[in-house]
């Protein structure tokens, strides 16, 4: 059962274009200029039901534009979809109550008020009985672990904190589906792998689908079943995050900084050599063929190590990949 | 209803705050006990209050930016009286009726919510406005409750203390007892009025880049055509019919003069006046909000 559906769905926006200089600011004052800008082009793909599936991109690649369109906010340019069998944005009321959503960058607590306030004043905006209400917050208050700082005002909680409120803010109606954009910009690794625990347990434990848009490799890798890659508007790749594991994150970028200069050879077996400096070493490896584990020990064991920082290769090296592979200039 | 039962009865699930019929997917029509009339005013009453709750974290500031009025009150009606001179009626207004009137236009002025365009400009262009159009409410009707949380408390605060100055003052009161009452729906219609005007010049930012540029025009505009400073009873007669035929006047001059020289029929004929335009600026609000949403561009997230 599909859960949402989008056939050639088309965003264009008009964009003013001002030449520089005072004379051209005049001009355009009478005649503006507009240049079109085509933020998603004729998208197709379905989500099952229960599925997670995450939908990423560099910056302006469309991944906003797409959750914006399938909650009704933006109307396409052309194109249809479904969403839970509703047209998103000519029924957008009628489906707001069985969808969420989670901006990471804007927030819909109060920000004076504590959270706990908000979540009243979505119970009525969601027509949720009182009975239900206070039932859903209990366990969602147990299952998100807030109660410490629910009655806190939001202005006074950490990002973690809020964001883990949010996200209750946003599963109070108990939602089919969930949209979550960025929810981990900004955050810690702890806060990071936190709030990817409890949305995978909502997954798990109410079937919701979840839809994620997010820049962090880390998300997809420990959330989602299936990622589809966005570049430029356009899907350029769609699958297994399985099969994306096997095919494009199997390397790893390694920062030691050392305590101690050294400007000896360079020997670590499994280890390629990106950038060298006195106090510091960047490495990649790729992990079909060593562990992470034998590299950092053997890194250990022969630099006096101050700190060691490991990070997957960025979603733009990704993207130039999958490109090189499909045989496509990036 | 798609996908209502899609985690129902699922062997071992745990428990998940919702009952069985509706977990996963809260049902509304069947959950909710309200009937379909309260539904909306309760949501809508839920979002009043909160905006009440907002402004109560930090009343003590709430109260000092309103104290302006005093000064504005005071300036306004020693203008006035140098103005009236040794003369002890001007048009029909009495000079104590005067001062009076002034308590109103100044109460309304200093209670109406002129952040409203600037908030909505402010929505559309940071993005904002996303938060408020994916849920299941009305954005103008949202819009309203917001702004009139902020309008009622304006007013309860803004009336405390000019009411409490002039009776201090002029120890006497130049009004009756349908002159008070009659401030309930006029004062009413007048906001709602403000508030269209208000949200039409908002919504143009979806249209040009700056919708502050209508701000400090239209304030303006409506302050002096509607008899904010001036009452409409002193105006040339060639001036006079600019306040029949256009809005400002519902907002200031009906409340005021009525409060000073309440007659049934003005009464009555200044009601249908106000209703005409709530309904005339309200259908065309809404239609310029139809056809801005669809405009809506937000880029990035």
């Not at chain 1, 060298?276 to 584990?293: E, F, G, P, Q």
């Not at chain 2, 005093?70 to 103005?83: D, H, T």
């Not at chain 2, 401030?183 to 700056?210: D, N």
């Amino acid at each position: 059962m599909d859960a949402i559906e989008v056939k050639n769905l088309t965003k264009t926006f008009q964009v003013k274009v001002k030449p520089p200089g005072l004379k051209n600011s005049f001009k355009s004052l009478f005649k503006p200029k507009y240049r079109r800008v085509e933020a998603v082009a004729d998208l197709n793909f379905t989500v099952k039901a229960g599925e997670t599936l995450a939908f990423i991109g560099p910056n302006g690649s469309g991944k906003s534009t797409t959750i914006k369109m399938l909650t009704g906010i933006l109307f396409p340019t052309s194109g249809e979809a479904r969403v839970l069998e509703f047209n998103p944005w000519k029924e957008r009321k009628k489906l707001a109550f069985h969808i969420g959503s989670v901006f990471g960058q804007k927030s819909q607590l109060w920000y004076h008020l504590p959270a706990v306030e908000t979540f009243y004043l979505f119970s009525r905006i969601y027509e949720l009985d009182s009975r239900t209400f206070r039932q859903r917050l209990d366990y969602l208050v147990n299952l998100l672990e807030i109660g410490d700082f629910i009655h806190t005002p939001v202005r006074k909680l950490s990002l973690g904190q809020r964001m883990r409120a949010e996200l209750v803010a946003c599963l109070l109606h108990a939602p089919s589906i969930i949209f979550l954009d960025e929810p981990t910009i900004g955050l810690d690794v702890v806060a990071k792998q936190i709030l990817r625990e409890y949305i995978r347990t909502i997954n798990r434990t109410e079937g919701t689908t979840i839809f994620i848009t997010s820049h962090d490799a880390g998300d997809i890798e420990t959330l989602c079943e299936r990622v589809i890659i966005l570049n430029l508007g356009r899907i350029i790749y769609d699958s297994e995050v399985s099969q994306l594991k096997k095919t494009y994150l199997h390397q790893r970028v390694i920062e030691v900084t050392l305590n101690t200069p050294r400007n000896d050879s360079f020997t670590c077996r499994g280890c390629t050599l990106l950038e060298r400096t006195d106090y510091k070493l960047k490495v990649t490896i790729d992990t079909h063929r060593d562990s992470t584990r034998d590299v950092v020990n053997q890194l250990m064991s022969q630099y006096d190590v101050e700190d060691i920082t490991i990070t997957e290769p960025p979603l733009e090296e990704i993207i130039r990949q999958i490109y090189k592979d499909q045989g496509n200039a990036f | 209803m798609p996908f209502n039962s899609l985690s129902e009865n699922r062997p071992g699930a745990p428990e998940t705050g919702l009952s069985l019929r509706s977990k996963g997917r809260i049902s509304r029509a069947s959950a909710s006990p309200f009937p379909a009339l309260s539904k909306g005013f309760i949501k809508y009453w839920a979002i009043f209050s909160i905006e009440l709750k907002n402004h109560f974290v930090y009343l003590a500031d709430f109260i000092l930016s309103n104290l302006s009025v005093i000064v504005a009150y005071f300036v306004s009606v020693q203008l006035w009286l140098i103005g009236y001179g040794a003369r002890q009626e001007v048009a029909g207004i009495h000079k104590e009726e005067l001062i009076w009137y002034l308590l109103i236009v100044q109460v309304i002025h200093f209670s109406v919510d002129y952040t409203l365009m600037l908030n909505i400009e402010e929505d559309v262009q940071s993005g904002n406005i996303t938060n408020y159009l994916n849920k299941p409410y009305n954005y103008l009707l949202y819009t309203y409750c917001i702004s009139s949380g902020r309008v009622v408390l304006n007013l309860i605060i803004n009336l405390t203390i000019s009411l409490g100055m002039t009776l201090f003052f002029t120890k006497s009161f130049a009004s009756s007892l349908s002159g008070v009452l009659q401030l309930i729906p006029t004062l009413f219609l007048g906001f709602l009025i403000h508030f269209i005007l208000q949200c039409i010049c908002g919504i143009a930012a979806f249209w040009v880049e700056r919708a502050t540029v209508f701000v400090w025009v239209l304030n303006t505009i409506m302050l002096v055509l509607g008899g904010g400073l001036i009452p409409v009873d002193t105006w040339p007669d060639s001036l006079k019919p600019l306040a029949n035929y256009t809005p400002f006047s519902a907002i200031f001059y009906y409340p005021a003069k009525l409060f000073i020289h309440f007659k049934p029929d003005l009464f009555v004929r200044f009601l249908i006046g106000q209703l005409l335009w709530v309904f005339l600026l309200g259908s065309s609000l809404w239609l310029v909000y139809r056809k801005a949403i669809r405009r809506l561009d937000i880029n990035g997230g």
